[in-house]
């Protein structure tokens, strides 16, 4: 019996098959990524020597990405310094309001206590 297949095709497939959705959309990115010159240390490597004004508007296009990269950090990290600051008061009124509830409870216990020795 003779298969219009061979067994490394069979293989493959098996091995796509037995992969998940999420592994194969890695494996794809990875390869496209590999493909990309789009790494800031790609932008540098070429065949040829680049000449000190490429090299400078390769500078200044990292130094661009950096900026830009460091505004949404400062960004995120002051939208957090908000909610933390958020998150700290309303811990103070949670903490406020059990003090007082613990209070309430311990002139409870005491005011109980008092009218079941009678």
Do not use: Y
């Not at 020597?49 to 390769?58: F, G, L, N, R």
């Amino acid at each position: 019996m003779s298969t219009s297949t061979s067994d490394s095709d069979l293989d493959k497939k098996e091995s796509s098959a037995g992969k998940s959705q999420l592994a194969q959309i890695l494996e794809s990115k990875q390869e496209e990524s590999s493909s990309s010159r789009e790494h800031p240390t790609e932008r540098i490597r070429s065949d040829s020597t680049p000449t000190s004004h490429q090299v400078d508007a390769i500078l200044d296009r990292n130094l661009d990405d950096m900026g830009e990269i460091l505004g949404r950090l400062k960004g995120l990290g002051m939208e957090l310094n908000r909610e933390i600051t958020d998150g700290d008061e309303l811990i103070e009124r949670i903490h406020r309001k059990a003090e007082d509830v613990d209070f309430k409870v311990k002139v409870q216990t005491k005011e109980m206590n008092r009218i079941l020795k009678k």
